[in-house]
């Protein structure tokens, strides 16, 4: 696709970027979303099919360690919070709750403050 | 000012609470279901940061029934963003063509929701093996 000479560049936006993340989460709680919440929420609690002992403080506190498991839990945990606040926030604008500025603030910044919070404690566990 | 005073029909309130909006706004706020998860992980991971004493009253909220009920909720919830997620797939992406035919949009969703059902039972399938192994 051509742009002709006289027409300017759209402006660039930050929008694209808070589409990828939403995207990002989307097609990760998509590949593994339900086999996550049947680990950490039902067979790891009530040591079905896999050891209890996966639960454990030792256990959670060494994959917290690990750099890749800092990964994992930073990816999963920040990406699903961004994809949420998209699909919120889009839904919110759709019913007209409240004007478009408040409603960024309230779930893209949400989501912003919830991965810099995940992000330090994460920094922080491994010391 | 603008010349313009287009007709615009008058739409009640709660049109996402009816069909045909209805489907939308559920399956919008199952993809919102995940922070809830994603909030419960957090939890885990303060409680984690806090010591010993502080998860281990987690790992007693996680092994509860209440627990069992909203995580059971959430696998719902997931599994039809799962669904959705691959019905708007084709959608949204270039057009596929193989060997100078448009790749059917159903041929793909289906394709890309039997990849996801392989990730997720080949995760709970290594988690499995792991636990029996060690």
Known sequence: MSIPGNTPLPKRTIGPLFWLLFGAGGMLSALFGPALILLTGVMIPHGWGVPASFGSYE?????????????????????????????????????????????????????????????ALLLAIGL | MSERRPYLRPQPRTWWAHPPYRAYTIRELCGVALAIYAAILLAGLICLARGPQAFESYRAFLASPLSLVIHLALLVTTLWHMVTWFRILPKTMPKLVWRGKLVPQALMTNAATLVAVICSVGLLATAVVVGAWL
């Open chain 1, 59 to 119: 256990s959670v506190l060494a994959f917290a360690c690990n750099p890749l498991g800092k990964l994992v839990l930073l990816a999963v945990i920040a990406l699903l919070f961004w994809h949420a606040a998209e699909r919120l926030f889009l839904t919110l604008h759709d019913m007209r709750a409240a004007p478009a500025a408040l409603l960024r603030w309230l779930t893209y910044g949400v989501a912003a403050l919830l991965t810099i919070i995940v992000a």
